[in-house]
């Protein structure tokens, strides 16, 4: 496609769609990001794709987005063909428009030494778009074929996987052993980032393209794994890494000490599926400390706000990052640097290089109220590795409530056994190329495949799978192959 605007970039800045006043977004649990968008201002952004000849925003996306084709074709107000181009790679495009972290604007030619193109603020523009026009329809197969398929776990990689196995022809059912479809999109992410009728109106399309949910269904529990084998002719497991790290302290066992994921979907009124807030989970008027200084642990700081908390404390064991790259980390590597979190803009307090040692009982209610920490500092010993020296001990932080949000090590439980499918030593599923488990003809996906990662990769894998799965049932695939790997610039998975 060939550009006429390569110097877009010096006429306009860059402007990414706002998010609300921080003030403002905090007193309810509705979307951070600014409804309403202008049409020009998102033009004069396209117009900033400057045409580089070597996109590596494209390098940068782990499933090969093509960027300058939808910013340019943004630029001339061509939105119905900029949405064909973005399905194109990508099932799902409001679930990364909203909320990927954007690893493409990282290595965005400009981004070298000047402000990246707002690819995020595009995607997000051209698929809000896409359902305003009403362009996004079901879209079924012309054919079916007699192949059954199970997908277990309706998460992002799940969801994609059914959606292309679908457009194959082939008959899908979904199992997901929650309520509703989603994954963590629905069960996790808050409501403040994304909204949970932009996934239901995506599972619509989906059920009415052809594909069958079987929700409140766990496989291994409610119907023995073995299923998947004797019903199917082939299976994907897709069913996240949403096992909890663990933090064996002192005080563990206090009442008001919970996992991230057991606080998230309670805490949201879009994913509590209309139950109140157990009175354990409601940050109202409470101190609360929230472990962990990652994506998990910012989603747990800005509910706690939205619940009223008299104060958030976010918790991080490691350094703060450095507010500019440090040496050996320049473009085009994802930068290692600091950035504020969406709720962090909102207030909290955030403390790192703090290693948590005990929650105490002060006043004998069963309840914790106080946390015991050390504050610590880290240097690179003589072997490379890190180290870390206690500066100052028995610090106290008031902590009528504890978030616990640091991290997730692979799939939950094991009810995949009697299946005997090997497992990695991280404990995910083991696949080889194709996707493909020990087990013929059973294959894994997404957070499950790969450990805990992004939407992004999710959807990548949910889409690679399905054309493995395509390929082992009908010897051949027309489905999209995904981006080749294309090199060292392609985001980490972990
Ligand atoms: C709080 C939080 C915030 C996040 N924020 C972001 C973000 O802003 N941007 C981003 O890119 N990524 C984010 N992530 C990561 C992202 O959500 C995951 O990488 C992604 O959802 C993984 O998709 P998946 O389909 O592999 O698994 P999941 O989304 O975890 O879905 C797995 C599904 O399988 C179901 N399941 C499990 N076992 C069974 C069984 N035996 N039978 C039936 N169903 C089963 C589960 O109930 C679940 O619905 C966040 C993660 C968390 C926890």
Redesign the pocket.
């Known amino acids: 496609m060939s550009k006429d605007h390569p110097d877009g970039y010096l006429k306009n800045e860059r402007e990414p769609i706002h998010k609300r006043d921080p003030d403002e977004r905090k007193g309810d649990f509705e979307e951070i990001w600014e409804q309403k968008w202008d049409e020009d201002h998102l033009k004069s952004q396209g117009e900033r794709c400057m045409s580089c000849g070597t996109p590596a925003c494209m390098s940068g996306c782990p499933i090969g987005n093509i960027i300058p084709d939808w910013n340019d074709l943004v630029y001339r107000g061509d939105w119905k063909r900029a949405l064909e181009r973005l399905h194109a790679t990508n099932n799902f495009p409001e679930f990364?428009g909203y909320?990927?972290?954007a690893p493409c604007e990282n290595t965005c030619t400009l981004k070298y030494n000047d402000d990246p193109v707002t690819i995020k603020s595009i995607e997000r523009a051209i698929v809000d778009r896409g359902w305003e026009e009403g362009w996004i329809e079901p879209d079924p197969p012309q054919q079916r074929t007699d192949e059954e398929v199970a997908i277990?776990?309706?998460?992002?990689?799940?969801?994609a996987a059914a959606q292309q196995l679908n457009r194959a022809g082939h008959h899908v059912t979904v199992?997901?052993?929650?309520e509703n479809?989603?994954?963590?999109?629905?069960?996790?992410?808050?409501d403040a980032?994304f909204s949970k009728a932009k996934v239901e109106r995506r599972i619509d399309q989906l059920r009415q393209e052809g594909i069958t949910f079987e929700c409140g269904?766990?496989?291994?529990?409610d119907i023995p794994v073995e299923t998947l084998e004797t019903e199917y002719d082939a299976a994907c497991i897709?069913?996240?890494?949403?096992k909890p790290i663990e933090l064996p302290i002192e005080g563990r066992e206090l009442d008001g000490i919970h996992r991230?994921?057991e606080y998230?979907p309670r805490a949201n009124p879009g994913q509590s599926d209309g139950m109140a807030v157990p009175e354990a989970m409601d940050a109202d008027g409470k101190s609360v400390v929230v472990l962990g200084g990652g994506?998990?642990g910012a989603?747990c700081v800005g509910t706690a706000h939205r619940q009223g908390a008299e104060q958030v404390v976010q918790i991080e064991l490691l350094p703060k990052p450095p507010e500019e790259r440090p040496d050996g980390n320049q473009w085009p590597d994802q930068p290692q640097t600091y950035e504020k979190s969406y709720s962090q803009e909102e207030g909290g307090v955030e403390e790192y290089c703090v290693d948590t040692q005990a929650f105490r009982d002060t006043d004998g209610d069963g309840a914790v109220d106080t946390l015991v920490a050390d504050r610590v500092e880290w240097d690179e010993g003589e072997d490379g590795d890190w180290e870390k020296t206690v500066v100052e001990e028995d610090i106290h932080v008031d902590a009528d409530m504890v978030l616990l949000a640091v991290g997730?090590t692979g799939?939950?439980?094991t009810?995949?056994d009697p299946l005997d499918i090997e497992m990695t030593e991280n404990g995910t599923f083991a696949t080889d190329d194709s996707h493909m488990t020990s087990v013929d003809g059973v294959f894994a996906?997404?957070?499950?495949n790969s450990g805990?990662?992004?939407?992004?990769?999710?959807i990548g894998?949910?889409r690679d799978v399905a054309r493995h799965i395509d390929e082992y049932l009908t010897g051949e695939t027309d489905l999209p192959p995904s981006l080749e790997t294309p090199n060292e610039l392609v985001v980490s998975r972990q």
């Open positions: 990364t909320n990927c972290p277990v776990g309706s998460g992002p990689a799940g969801l199992y997901e052993r929650d479809p989603g994954g963590l999109m629905r069960y996790g992410i808050p980032k269904v766990e496989v291994g529990e897709a069913v996240g890494s949403q991230a994921m998230l994506d998990t989603d997730f799939p939950e439980s009810p995949f996906a997404g957070d499950a805990p990662s992004l939407i992004v990769w999710a894998d949910g």
